[in-house]
């Protein structure tokens, strides 16, 4: 171990010795998926208060105000300012004023592939209306402003590929330069980003990005990574936007190393982009499915890095859900059985490696039942929480492990038991130099269940379909 951290101090000094600062370290994510920027400010108080130590929230650019639709915050009409169903820039501002004030970072989802399909599929953006509406109130609109010039449009049919809805999804070239959405319509138009010299695009989002930092941004969630060239994201992220910021990107993929879409896609963002460039673990997510199904194995989850099924932890945003999930009939098949997505958030926010996010649903038009509401105050969530919180950097040893259940420690500080069986499954283990013997731990899941450990072996007991987390008390 300590060679590791050797090694690791030796990395930060050489990454401040070139000039670019090592990848900001962020706790656990709170994704307030369709929350208004001034419903953030309100809560800000109780999303310090159940731990968390970021916030990511709706895409803040210019997009149909009068549109509740989510999706509508994925179809950008101008990166120039800030005006959407969810809120304004001076709305934006006061929440990230407040949550820095308590210590909590905003991070901006960055929609930067595609613009709106509007306007019977423009491609220049944000037209010709919209102009007019920005010089009718020129107030309201230049405090609104993030950069550039408001009388003119940022884009025009020059900026965007032909239009080519994607067929071919393992074509990385259409991926790159084809329209996503197009089922049933033409599609998103497509920014182009392919051209060498033709650098308006890229230095339009180069600017966006800087101005999203000026005003106190700490993050970004890169929207739609896959359909844009690796070249380009690392040119528009240039180094004084990634200094100190916590950025990582959506590569939607199906499994780890060996599936075709993470051999095409992520595999070469986390190659080609600088370590600071994390990615949702899509890989990790589908070995938590499997091992959650009916005949997977728990055993799976106890060290899924080592063969490949999850990405490393210098590069990985761990997640249950997200709100594609739920909301995109295409995602469906991913929603967990309730309990098991409750066991295994008890699994990312119990083990060392990635960073965990939780989402939280304040959309309108809410799916099944409104499930995942609130929860950010779920009392399951705020003990895991509190739980990361209390072992963060403590290392990661797997105690015992079967088709049932997993057991394993995070140093002397916690330990995670997790039983997805319907009956109760019991190990006993080794506890010496691995414990604090003749001292409570108690299970911050149910703040009951204390286990007192004082002789060389003890017996875990974990019930049926549940987990613990116990720290010391």
Not at 243 to 265: C, H, P, Q, R, S
Not at 273 to 291: H, I, N, S, W
Request: charged share 20%; net charge neutral; proline share 4%.
């Amino acid at each position: 171990m300590k060679l590791k951290k050797l090694m690791m101090d030796l990395a930060v000094l050489l990454a401040g010795l070139c000039g670019v600062a090592p990848a900001a370290r962020a706790d656990v994510i709170l994704h307030a998926f369709e929350w208004r920027y001034d419903l953030v400010t309100v809560r800000a108080a109780t999303i310090q208060s159940s731990g968390f130590k970021a916030v990511l929230v709706a895409p803040p650019l210019k997009s149909a105000a009068s549109n509740g639709a989510w999706w509508m915050r994925y179809q950008p009409q101008d990166y120039r300012v800030i005006d959407n169903y969810r809120g304004n820039r001076q709305q934006f501002e006061a929440m990230v004023k407040e949550l820095a004030s308590r210590g909590i970072a905003v991070y901006a989802d960055v929609v930067l592939n595609q613009m709106a399909e509007e306007r019977n599929n423009s491609t220049t953006f944000p037209g010709t209306n919209a102009l007019a509406a920005y010089a009718s109130n020129a107030t309201y609109w230049n405090n609104q402003k993030l950069f550039g010039d408001l009388t003119k449009n940022l884009f025009t049919a020059s900026d965007f590929h032909d239009p080519l809805c994607i067929t071919n999804w393992y074509d990385t070239s259409e991926v790159i330069r084809g329209r996503i959405s197009c089922s049933t319509s033409p599609g998103l138009p497509d920014l182009k980003d392919t051209v060498p010299g033709e650098n308006h695009v890229n230095d339009s989002r180069m600017s966006y990005l800087r101005a999203l930092k000026a005003l106190g941004v700490k993050g970004f969630r890169i929207d739609a990574a896959k359909h844009m060239p690796n070249g380009a994201i690392g040119y528009f992220f240039a180094d004084d936007v990634r200094k100190d910021a916590f950025i990582f990107g959506e590569i939607i993929t199906d499994g780890g190393v060996g599936n075709a879409e993470y051999d095409l896609f992520l595999a070469p963002y986390l190659s080609q982009l600088p370590q600071q460039f994390r990615a949702y673990d899509f890989p990790l997510l589908a070995t938590v499915r499997k091992a959650f199904a009916s005949g997977g194995s728990l055993a799976a989850l106890a060290q899924p890095d080592a063969t490949g099924k999850a990405l490393a932890d210098a590069r990985a945003v761990s997640v249950v859900v997200t709100h594609d999930i739920p909301y995109n009939d295409v995602f469906r098949h991913q929603i967990m059985d309730a309990t098991d997505e409750k066991l295994a958030y008890a699994y990312i926010l119990g083990r060392k490696d990635g960073v965990p996010m939780v989402f939280d649903d304040g959309y309108e038009g809410r799916v099944d039942g409104g499930r995942w509401v609130s929860q950010y105050i779920a009392s399951h969530i705020k003990a895991g929480v509190k739980f990361h919180e209390k072992v963060l950097g403590q290392p990661y040893e797997v105690l015992a492990s079967s088709d049932c259940a997993l057991l394993f420690r995070r140093g002397k500080e916690g330990i995670v038991g997790i039983n997805k069986c319907g009956s109760a499954t019991s190990f006993t283990v080794n506890t010496s130099e691995k414990f604090y013997w003749y001292r409570n731990y108690r299970d911050v899941l149910t703040d009951a269940n204390a286990i007192n450990i004082g002789a060389s072996s003890y017996r875990f007991t974990l019930p049926a379909r549940t987990a613990r987390m116990w720290l010391p008390e």
